[in-house]
């Protein structure tokens, strides 16, 4: 057997492995899955929320670094700041929803963090590295998540991380009722169950 073929064989081994011991948990939108975004101008500040976050961690509580896969997706056209005026000018001005409806944070690859094994009832700080994608612009991410494994159903999380809007090509708004910080601070809480 030549050793391409050994290789690619010992690969799909160690998937099919991995895959066994991997467990799918669902995100579905509503509570508690919250997305908030926080702007701080000179003049004003605000936050966008929204829990309309869906998605599928796949990930072996056992073997964490080498089982991860995840998808999020953020609706933004749900984002409320609590003034419809706002939300609308943002929406179609600024996001541009109409063309780039949602957010998406997409792979991992856990980097780091305190223990390769999440378990139940202990709290668990991954550093991990995926790829968010905003306005049509996909750059890689690297954030800290709070990860707790509350039983085999059930997992929840957390991260916060800043998006600087000339990275994805976001204009800023200035006049009066619209105003934004260079950089917005978003955080994410979750709560995924077994699929």
């Known amino acids: 057997m030549r050793l391409k073929s050994v290789v690619t064989l010992a690969g799909v081994l160690v998937f099919l492995a991995t895959a066994i011991h991997a467990a799918e948990f669902v995100v579905k939108p509503g509570s508690p899955n919250q997305v908030v975004f926080t702007s701080t101008a000179a003049t004003e500040s605000f936050q966008g929320k929204t829990n309309q976050m869906t998605g599928h961690i796949v990930v072996d509580p056992a073997q964490v670094g080498d089982s991860v896969a ?83 159903h059930t997992i929840e999380f957390k991260t916060a991380f800043p998006v600087p809007l000339a990275d994805y090509n976001i204009s800023r708004p200035k006049f009066l009722f619209l105003k934004l910080g260079e950089v917005q601070q978003v955080s994410v809480t979750g709560t995924a169950t077994a699929k």
């Not at 094994?117 to 709290?123: K, P, S």
């Open 70 to 152: 995840v998808h999020i997706e953020v609706n933004l056209t749900t984002l409320d700041t609590g003034i419809g005026k706002r939300d609308q000018h943002m929406r179609e001005n600024h996001l541009e929803t109409g063309k780039y409806p949602r957010a998406t944070f997409d792979g991992v690859t856990v980097a780091g963090g305190n223990g390769s094994a999440l378990i139940v009832g202990t709290t668990s700080k991954l550093d991990v590295v995926g790829t968010f994608t905003l306005h049509g612009v996909t750059r890689r991410l690297r954030t800290t998540v709070e990860v707790l494994l509350k039983d085999d």
